[in-house]
């Protein structure tokens, strides 16, 4: 009960808290302090906090669930829109600030460099789960369609991991993608641990198995939630 009721005391300085690095950007960028380029600053700051909140968001369920701790269910939806909000700013100073919107030069780095290419990907895959975060979105959706769409929040972080580290290449630094890595690999361990305890590839089987032996039915048929960082010459 403590635990809740700290956790419920906490959550708003949380959600508050997601918000100062962008308030630092904000705050930095009007008084001239981003650095001597500014612009890779801000798309490079925005990708890594994109990828920070949207580990923290994942990390959500198996905290709750290893440590008893429910109340933080009430995080993970604001930890998932605040780190699209910084996707979101991460395209923008891309595309916008550093490339004028000009579409010809979006379109040569998306088929030329597989950093952008990835990136892009990433940000196709995080869209709809930044537009299905409201409780409307749940309700249309039903729960059940709206838990399966929001688990591409993995595909998401494993290529936003993937556009780090073709990022970090360039550089030949990696420790804060070995550090990104392990999170990840021990969030996604987790994962599958928790879906094997809980039967989940016995259930997987036998809906393989019922599609499979399903008169006149296609198989399965009865089976019923970044750095786009341009490099400079």
């Given at each position: 009960m403590f635990a809740t009721r700290l956790l419920n005391f906490l959550r708003p300085f949380?959600?508050?808290a997601c918000g100062l690095p962008l308030a630092a950007l904000i705050w930095n960028g009007l008084?001239?302090?981003?650095?001597?380029?500014?612009?890779?600053h801000l798309i490079g700051s925005s990708g890594d906090w994109s990828l920070r909140l949207l580990l923290a968001t994942l990390a959500v369920t198996p905290l709750r669930k290893t440590l008893g701790l429910h109340a933080l269910a009430r995080w993970r939806r604001f930890l998932g829109v605040w780190?699209?909000?910084?996707?979101?700013l991460h395209l923008a100073a891309y595309a916008w600030l550093d490339l004028g919107l000009n579409l010809t030069e979006i379109t040569h780095d998306l088929m030329t460099r597989p950093m952008i290419t990835v990136g892009w990907l990433a940000l196709a895959c995080m869209l709809p789960l930044g537009l299905t975060s409201s409780?409307?979105?749940?309700?249309?959706?039903?729960?059940a369609k709206w838990q399966r769409l929001h688990r591409l929040a993995y595909l998401v972080a494993i290529l936003s991991l993937l556009h780090f580290l073709l990022?970090?290449?360039?550089?030949?630094?990696?420790?804060e993608v070995w550090i990104h890595?392990?999170?990840l690999s021990a969030l996604?361990?987790?994962r599958l641990h928790d879906f094997w305890q809980r039967g989940g590839l016995a259930r997987w089987r036998e809906r393989g198995a019922s599609g499979c032996t399903h008169h006149g039915g296609a198989m399965g048929a009865d089976i019923a939630p970044i750095s786009l960082q341009r490099k400079r010459h």
């Open positions: 949380a959600l508050l008084h001239g302090q981003l650095g001597s380029n500014p612009v890779e780190s699209f909000v910084y996707a979101l409780n409307g979105a749940i309700r249309r959706l039903g729960a990022k970090k290449a360039g550089k030949n630094d990696f420790a890595a392990g999170l996604l361990g987790w």
